[in-house]
C-alpha cells in the first residue's frame, strides 16, 4: 500500500478559502476607496476648474473608473482562481484513480472549511473501497484454493484408475471420489449462502420458539461427548428457520469436534434479546483469535478441520445469519473451554 500521507496532504502558507477572502476583501476596501477619491477630486476639480475643461476632467475621470474596475476584476478572477485549485486537484486525483490504482488518495487541504470536509471524506470511502476490493482478492484466493484441493483428489484418482484399472479396488476408488465430490459440494453450498447473506435479502422470517429449536437442534445430533440443555421456554424470535438451524449447526458442531469431555447449552431470556450459549471443554480459542476465527476460511487448526471436513466458513456464515436477524454472535470470556455466544432481538422489541 502507498504511503498516503505523502500523497494526501497540501499545506498552503494560508488556508486558502481564507486567504482568498482577505484578497477579495483588500481588492473591495482599496477599489472604493480609489473610486471614492478619484470622484471626491474629481468634484473639486469641476467646482474650482471652468466649464470648457469640465469636459476633459469627466472624461479622465471615466478612464480612471474603468482603470479601476479592470484592476478589481483581475483581483477577483485570481481570487476565485485559487480559492478552487483545491477543488481543481481533488478532480484531478479522482480522474487518476479511474487507472484503477486504489491506493491513491485525494489531496487534503488545510482550509478548514467544506473544499478540506470533502476531500476527508473522498479519501474514506476511498479506505473502504479499497479494504473491500482486497477483501474480495483474499476470498477469491482463498475460495479457489478451497476448491482446487478436491478437485485435485479426484483428478489424480481418476487418472489413476484409468491408468492401470487393474491395480485398485474401484469401490474404494469411487468412495473416495463421492466423499470428495460432497466436499466440493458443501464449499459450494456454503459459498451461494454467504453470497446471499452478503447480498442483503430478507430471508422469510416467522415466529420460532428459540429454546424448542435448540432442542430440536440438539436431538437430532449424536455428539461424541454427552451434551446438555437448559432451555427457557417461550422465548419468541422472529427468524427464518433454516438459516438459524443452519448457524445452530455450526456451534454445536465445532463444540463437538472440540470438546472433551461435556456440551453445555443454555438458552435464556435478557431484555429484548435471546441469548444462545454453546460451552465445550476443549482447548478453548485465544484471545487474539477471537475475532479472526469469524473471517471466511479462517481455521486456527487447518489440518485438524480439513480432516473433519470443517471448510473454515461456518462461523462467518453464523455472524451473518445473526446480522441479519439484528442480533450478534461472538466468543465470549470462559475460565476454560469455549463459551460461543449468539444474541438476537425478542420479538416485537424491534
Ligand atoms: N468450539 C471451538 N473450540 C475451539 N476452536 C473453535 C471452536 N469453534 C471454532 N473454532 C475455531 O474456529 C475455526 C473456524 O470455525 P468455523 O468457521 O466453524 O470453521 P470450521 O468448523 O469449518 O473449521 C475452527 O477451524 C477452529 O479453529
Ligand atoms: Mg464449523
Redesign the pocket.
Known sequence: MSDRNAVSRVRPRRPGTARARGTLTALGAAGSLLVAAVTAAAVALLLLADAARAAVLVAVMVLLCLAVLAVLGWGVRQAVRRAIRPVERIHEELAALEDGDLSRRVPVPSTGGDTERLAGRVNGLLDRVEDAALRRRAFIADASHELRTPITGLRTRIELALDAPEDGDAADTLRHSLHDVERLHLIVEDLLLLARLDSGDVPEREPLDIGALVETEVGLRSPPVPTTVKAEPGLLVEADRPRLCRALL??L???E???VTLIEVQVRGEPGEAVVE?R?D????PPA?RDR??E???????A???A???????????REVAAVHGGSLY?ADGAH??R?VLRLPLAGSR
Open positions: 455450526d456451534l458442531a465445532n463444540a469436534r472440540h470438546a454453546v465445550d476443549g482447548p478453548g480459542i483469535d476465527v469469524f471466511r476460511f479462517t481455521r486456527l487448526d487447518s485438524r478441520s480439513r473433519d471436513g470443517g471448510s473454515g466458513l461456518g462461523l462467518a456464515i453464523a466468543v473451554g469455549t460461543l
